[in-house]
C-alpha cells in the first residue's frame, strides 16, 4: 500500500511529507500549485456592496466617512460601479447599482464595514454636526478598544472604532 503523501506550505513554497520527511516539491514551477491542492487567495481587494441610489451612498462614504472614489464605470451587464479608496488601506470597497434587481433591503445585523478612527470623541462630535446618527454605543471592550455604530444608506451598518496602541483587534 502507498502512503497518501500531504502537501503543505514552508515558507511560501509547496512541500510534502513524504516516508516521514519533509521534502520540497522539485516537480513544479514557482508560483503554481501541485496537482490536487485547494487554491490558496494572495489577499483582499475589494468588497462589493450593492446600494439602491449609487449617488447618495457616494455622498454619504466621501462626506461622512473620507473616502476616495478611484474609478467610476459600468458593468458589462449595465451595473453602475464606483470603488472606494479607504485611507491607509489597499482594499476597496466596490458600490454597485442595478436598478432593475429592485431597492436593497439589508437585514439588520447582517453584514457591517469596521473602520479605526483615531478619536471616538472627536467622531462622535462630527457625526452630530452633520446630523449623523448613532445607532449603538459608545461601548468600551475589555481591551481598551471604543466604538460606536452609524448607519449608511440602505441600512449597511457603520463601525467606528478607536483602538489603545498595540491592540490589533476590537
Known amino acids: 500500500m502507498v502512503a497518501e503523501k500531504?502537501?503543505?506550505?514552508?515558507?511560501?513554497?509547496?512541500?510534502?511529507?513524504?516516508?516521514?520527511?519533509?521534502?520540497p516539491n522539485l516537480s513544479v514551477f514557482i508560483n503554481h500549485r501541485p496537482f490536487g491542492i485547494?487554491?490558496?487567495?494572495?489577499?483582499?481587494?475589494?468588497?462589493?456592496?450593492?446600494?439602491?441610489?449609487?449617488?447618495?451612498?457616494?455622498?454619504?462614504?466621501?462626506?461622512?466617512?473620507?473616502?476616495?472614489?478611484?474609478?467610476?464605470?459600468?458593468?458589462?451587464?449595465?451595473?453602475?460601479?464606483?470603488?472606494?479608496?479607504?485611507?491607509?488601506?489597499?482594499e476597496?470597497?466596490?458600490?454597485?447599482?442595478?436598478p432593475p434587481s429592485g431597492p436593497v433591503k439589508v437585514q439588520e445585523d447582517l453584514v457591517h464595514l469596521a473602520f479605526q478612527v483615531e478619536s471616538l470623541d472627536d467622531t462622535i462630535a462630527s457625526l452630530k454636526a452633520q446630523g449623523i446618527?448613532?445607532?449603538?454605543?459608545?461601548?468600551?471592550?475589555?481591551?481598551?478598544?471604543?466604538?460606536?455604530?452609524?448607519d449608511a444608506p440602505d441600512g449597511y451598518e457603520i463601525e467606528l472604532i478607536e483602538r489603545p496602541a498595540g491592540v490589533a483587534i476590537v
Do not use: C
Open 92 to 98: 476597496l470597497i466596490e458600490l454597485t447599482s442595478f
Open 133 to 150: 446618527k448613532i445607532t449603538d454605543g459608545p461601548t468600551r471592550t475589555s481591551s481598551g478598544s471604543s466604538f460606536i455604530f452609524i
Open 6 to 23: 500531504k502537501w503543505f506550505m514552508v515558507n511560501g513554497q509547496w512541500a510534502m511529507v513524504d516516508e516521514g520527511k519533509i521534502r
Open 38 to 90: 485547494p487554491m490558496r487567495v494572495k489577499k483582499l481587494l475589494h468588497t462589493r456592496m450593492r446600494v439602491s441610489d449609487l449617488d447618495q451612498t457616494i455622498q454619504f462614504y466621501t462626506t461622512v466617512l473620507g473616502l476616495e472614489v478611484l474609478e467610476r464605470k459600468t458593468s458589462p451587464r449595465g451595473s453602475q460601479l464606483a470603488f472606494l479608496k479607504v485611507p491607509n488601506s489597499e
